[in-house]
């Protein structure tokens, strides 16, 4: 038998869910980032509708997510093809959804069908299979290149000097369309690591902006997460990709 305080909890919180709390949370979260983004641009002279921002919904219930949807959320990023696959039909439509996690090979294919835009192309074998896979389907997939601009093993991403050469031969298949390119941050508290880490980048993109690969016009810069976005709006970025601070920790 349940402990009284057990209960009462539960009880609590399904009142809590009765009444929207869930959905004024994420409301108001929603609106804290908001703010926050906001206050980045002005701190870096840009304005607002020069950042895309991305609600990262690895693990949220398609029910929450759909309550970040009807609080204004436009596009959103998936972490896996299969929990992508299973939630999708479930969502109210939004503007793009974004792969933004690590894409095997094998997946490629469905990851054509289900996304908009794929941030996560590491080596030229993948983005061949998406490649394939988009002119089976007859369309055009934006594809950006994940660069590990940390240094750091545990990360995915190709290294900042082999980032040219893969741009160009991505930008060469057909049905590929290079937009630009993502990064994580470094895993510290040190910031002037993590804003190094995006400015790397940030001239990485730059820098081959001025060679004028066809099939690339690099126009996104993805860094910054939940806790780093405003270092990444300081530093270029058009795109951020923020989940628990709209969704709260993932359990």
């Known amino acids: 038998m349940p402990r009284f305080g057990s209960l009462l ?32 641009c002005m701190r870096s ?19 929450r997510i759909n309550e970040a949807i009807r609080a204004g959320v436009r596009f959103i ?12 039909p479930l969502l109210i439509p939004v503007e793009g959804r974004h792969l933004i996690g690590q894409l ?14 794929v941030e996560s192309v590491d080596r030229i074998s993948l983005a061949e299979a998406l490649s394939r896979r988009a002119a089976q389907l007859e369309r055009e997939l934006p594809v950006l290149i994940e660069v590990n601009t940390s240094g750091e093993e ?24 290079v937009r630009g390119l993502m990064t994580i941050g470094p895993l510290t508290q040190d910031q002037e690591k993590i804003r190094a880490a995006f400015r790397t980048l940030r001239e990485l ?40 601070a709209i969704f709260g920790r993932r359990a």
């Open 104 to 117: 095997q090979r094998n997946k490629a294919g469905k990851a054509v069908e289900l996304f908009d835009l």
């Open 205 to 244: 993109r730059d820098s081959l902006a001025q060679k004028e690969i066809p099939g690339a016009d690099l126009e996104h810069l993805s860094m910054g997460m939940s806790g780093d976005f405003e270092i990444g709006i300081e530093e270029g970025a058009t795109i951020v990709r923020v989940g628990s």
């Open 45 to 63: 002279g840009r304005r607002r509708r020069e950042v895309r921002l991305v609600a990262v919904t690895k693990t949220v219930e398609a029910e």
């Open 77 to 88: 990023g998936e972490n896996r093809v299969q929990e992508a696959r299973d939630k999708f």
């Open 154 to 177: 545990s990360k995915a991403g190709i290294a900042p000097g082999g980032a040219p050469e893969l741009v160009e031969a991505a930008a060469a298949l057909p049905n590929l369309s």
């Open 9 to 40: 909890a539960t009880v609590v919180r399904g009142r809590y869910r009765a009444c929207g709390g869930e959905n004024v949370s994420i409301q108001r979260d929603l609106e804290s980032v908001e703010d926050r983004i906001r206050a980045a």
